[in-house]
């Protein structure tokens, strides 16, 4: 226990030492919908998730309580998220460390250290680390994790308690989030390689009857009630997005998540990146590596019985691995910018992390140490990296809020909102209506602007102090818009903007400049654009 306690002290003090200047961080975008929903009615809303369209009572109950207690206030967001960050690491550490005392390797808890501190410290986590709205993701790995090492518990004592702690934790989790619908598959994965290394066919069986067939009876509910109360079958993105099977997509981006997950090639230079993903849309590159995949797992299931406990642990935790993405491998995978969408990741990559740290355990001692310590820095050093991005980010999008002045006007058009900084998302808004600003100053700013404004366009930001110029062209109705520097591309509905009219002008993109022509603006209307976390007035 105070072994364990170590562990925990360790990890928890690592988390600050990166994550602490994000303590104001992660109000942005998605938040504001979630505290419209929240201010939009009483803690009965709790059973209706507050109208989210999927059965998520559990987290919903979580972030109630959070926002009523918390409110703005960053550090407690931020206590709660790091904290959880680090006990996720933690049930990493147990869970590694129970499988190779299983396969019997002597010394284990190096390698499970190495297993949790690959996670903990992966520059891949910051968007649930930072971003408040992640708590789903968080909390739902927190209950896998610990459904997973019930069965584990099981195994060892064979007391029935810990079989129905690990069903109420996987009860509590597929009420939480999507992810955990695939706990019941890497629970019949792990009880058919404990099975197959004691040589004890019961193990598979009993935890075949006694927990995993539970368990799919709880999804079988979920599914009922899901189409009760909303009525589809399919929550959250819907079925049109979670049950589309493009089969070359998914094959490249398991790949894709392992590169990845393991080898920080999410932050190489844009080229380097674009060749590496790219590559494994090609089926000269795709099915070979396929076949090696296929060949080896076929060789580790053949020969599973005379592996070292090393290769034992790799293996598991490959499948594993594989089965945690399967909630997310037909998404899209994005890698042109930093963070975006590495929420995804966050459950499998505790596996990646755990297999990584197995083949490395491979290695003589010392050699071991000094290849998972260099690991580490260089991974310290991309995530410090990553964090950066958030805390200038929290700049922009405070400093901007803090700055905008016109609430007397009665229109205000703003020409280059901020989409995200280096990926980090600051005024992102996927709706026709576009209200990531006015939501911002609503419910993060709590000075409401009651007029209307239009967000025309938005863009990505490379540095801090980017930002455009805009001039009157041969009318007073027509505006030119350009960027003052290269790397920016113009954004709207957060993919790439394109031309289109609305009742009050007209957009026209020519690559990295457009135009924008009024038809009847309301007299003393506010024509705004940013730079460098300031916005400045167009006089007409």
Same mark, same amino acid.
């Given at each position: 226990?105070?072994?364990?306690?170590?562990?925990?002290? =360790?990890?928890?003090?690592?988390? &600050?030492?990166?994550?602490?200047? #994000?303590?104001?961080?992660?109000?942005?975008?998605?938040?504001?919908?979630?505290?419209?929903?929240?201010?939009?009615?009483?803690?009965?809303?709790?059973?209706?998730?507050?109208?989210?369209?999927?059965?998520?009572?559990?987290?919903?109950?979580?972030?109630?309580?959070?926002?009523?207690?918390?409110? &703005?206030?960053?550090?407690?967001?931020?206590?709660?998220?790091? #904290?959880? &960050?680090?006990?996720?690491?933690?049930?990493?550490?147990?869970?590694?460390?129970?499988?190779?005392?299983?396969?019997?390797?002597?010394?284990?808890?190096?390698?499970?250290?190495?297993?949790?501190?690959?996670?903990?410290?992966?520059?891949?986590? $910051?968007?649930?680390?930072?971003?408040?709205?992640?708590?789903?993701?968080?909390?739902?790995?927190?209950?896998?994790?610990?459904?997973?090492?019930?069965?584990?518990?099981?195994?060892?004592? &064979?007391?029935?308690?810990?079989?129905?702690?690990?069903?109420?934790?996987? !009860?509590?989790?597929?009420?939480?989030?999507?992810?955990?619908?695939?706990?019941?598959?890497?629970?019949?994965?792990?009880?058919?390689? =404990?099975?197959?290394?004691?040589?004890?066919?019961?193990?598979?069986?009993?935890?075949?009857?006694?927990?995993?067939?539970?368990?799919?009876?709880?999804?079988?509910?979920?599914?009922?009630?899901?189409?009760?109360?909303?009525?589809?079958?399919?929550?959250?993105?819907?079925?049109?997005?979670?049950?589309?099977?493009?089969?070359?997509?998914?094959?490249? %981006?398991?790949?894709?998540?392992?590169? /990845?997950?393991?080898?920080?090639?999410?932050?190489?230079?844009?080229?380097?990146?674009?060749?590496?993903?790219?590559?494994?849309?090609?089926?000269?590159?795709?099915?070979?590596?396929? !076949?090696?995949?296929?060949?080896?797992?076929?060789?580790?299931?053949?020969? +599973?019985?005379?592996?070292?406990?090393?290769?034992?642990?790799?293996?598991?935790?490959?499948?594993?691995?594989?089965? @945690?993405?399967?909630?997310?491998?037909?998404?899209?995978?994005?890698?042109?910018?930093?963070?975006?969408?590495?929420?995804?990741?966050?459950?499998?990559?505790?596996?990646?992390?755990?297999?990584?740290?197995?083949?490395?355990?491979?290695?003589?001692? /010392? @050699?071991?140490?000094?290849?998972?310590?260099?690991?580490?820095?260089?991974?310290?050093?991309?995530?410090?990296?990553?964090?950066?991005?958030?805390? $200038?980010?929290?700049?922009?999008?405070?400093?901007?809020?803090?700055?905008?002045?016109?609430?007397?006007?009665?229109?205000?058009?703003?020409?280059?909102?901020?989409?995200? +900084?280096?990926?980090?998302?600051?005024?992102?808004?996927?709706?026709?209506?576009?209200?990531?600003?006015?939501?911002?100053?609503?419910?993060?700013?709590?000075?409401?602007?009651?007029?209307?404004?239009?967000?025309?366009?938005?863009?990505?930001?490379?540095?801090?102090?980017?930002?455009?110029?805009? %001039?009157?062209?041969?009318?007073?109705?027509?505006?030119?818009?350009?960027?003052?520097?290269?790397?920016?591309?113009?954004?709207? /509905?957060?993919?790439?903007?394109?031309?289109?009219?609305?009742? %009050?002008?007209?957009?026209?993109?020519?690559?990295?400049?457009?135009?924008?022509?009024?038809?009847?603006?309301?007299?003393?209307?506010?024509?705004?654009?940013?730079? !460098?976390? /300031?916005?400045?007035?167009?006089?007409?």
């Amino acid at each position: 226990m105070k072994k364990h306690l170590s562990v925990f002290a =360790l990890l928890f003090v690592l988390t &600050h030492v990166f994550y602490i200047q #994000t303590r104001h961080a992660g109000f942005v975008t998605d938040f504001t919908g979630l505290a419209a929903r929240l201010e939009g009615s009483d803690w009965t809303g709790i059973f209706s998730s507050f109208g989210f369209p999927a059965p998520h009572p559990v987290l919903f109950s979580f972030f109630y309580f959070f926002y009523k207690i918390f409110g &703005h206030d960053g550090l407690g967001w931020y206590l709660v998220h790091s #904290t959880m &960050h680090a006990g996720n690491a933690m049930l990493l550490f147990m869970l590694t460390l129970r499988l190779l005392r299983f396969f019997r390797l002597d010394n284990a808890e190096w390698p499970a250290l190495a297993g949790a501190l690959f996670f903990l410290l992966s520059p891949n986590q $910051t968007e649930v680390v930072v971003w408040r709205v992640c708590f789903n993701y968080l909390l739902s790995s927190t209950l896998a994790l610990t459904t997973v090492l019930g069965l584990l518990r099981w195994a060892e004592r &064979h007391s029935s308690r810990d079989l129905y702690l690990a069903l109420f934790a996987f !009860a509590l989790g597929l009420f939480t989030f999507e992810l955990t619908l695939v706990v019941p598959f890497i629970c019949t994965a792990i009880a058919a390689v =404990l099975a197959a290394e004691r040589r004890q066919p019961t193990l598979l069986t009993g935890a075949l009857l006694r927990l995993i067939l539970p368990q799919l009876a709880l999804v079988a509910l979920y599914f009922i009630l899901t189409k009760w109360s909303i009525g589809v079958w399919v929550g959250y993105y819907g079925a049109d997005t979670h049950l589309r099977f493009p089969l070359v997509d998914i094959l490249g %981006n398991y790949f894709r998540y392992g590169l /990845k997950t393991l080898f920080f090639v999410r932050f190489l230079e844009h080229p380097a990146k674009e060749a590496v993903f790219s590559a494994f849309s090609r089926p000269i590159v795709l099915y070979p590596a396929l !076949a090696f995949v296929a060949a080896a797992l076929a060789f580790w299931v053949a020969r +599973f019985r005379k592996l070292s406990p090393q290769w034992k642990l790799a293996g598991l935790m490959l499948i594993l691995f594989g089965l @945690a993405l399967l909630p997310v491998i037909n998404l899209y995978f994005n890698y042109l910018l930093h963070i975006e969408n590495d929420r995804y990741g966050y459950f499998a990559s505790m596996f990646a992390a755990g297999m990584l740290a197995a083949l490395l355990a491979m290695l003589p001692r /010392k @050699a071991f140490y000094a290849t998972a310590i260099v690991y580490l820095i260089i991974s310290g050093v991309v995530l410090h990296r990553a964090v950066s991005y958030w805390r $200038t980010g929290t700049w922009l999008h405070q400093s901007l809020l803090a700055d905008f002045r016109w609430f007397d006007r009665p229109e205000v058009y703003v020409l280059n909102l901020p989409d995200n +900084f280096q990926g980090a998302p600051l005024f992102r808004d996927f709706n026709e209506g576009k209200h990531a600003l006015t939501d911002a100053l609503r419910y993060v700013q709590r000075k409401p602007y009651e007029g209307k404004l239009y967000e025309v366009v938005q863009y990505n930001l490379v540095k801090a102090d980017d930002g455009i110029r805009a %001039n009157w062209a041969d009318s007073t109705k027509t505006l030119l818009v350009q960027f003052e520097q290269y790397g920016n591309w113009w954004w709207r /509905k957060g993919i790439g903007a394109s031309d289109y009219e609305t009742d %009050n002008y007209v957009f026209a993109r020519n690559d990295l400049q457009y135009t924008l022509t009024f038809k009847q603006p309301a007299p003393n209307a506010a024509i705004i654009y940013q730079k !460098a976390g /300031k916005w400045f007035e167009i006089t007409q």
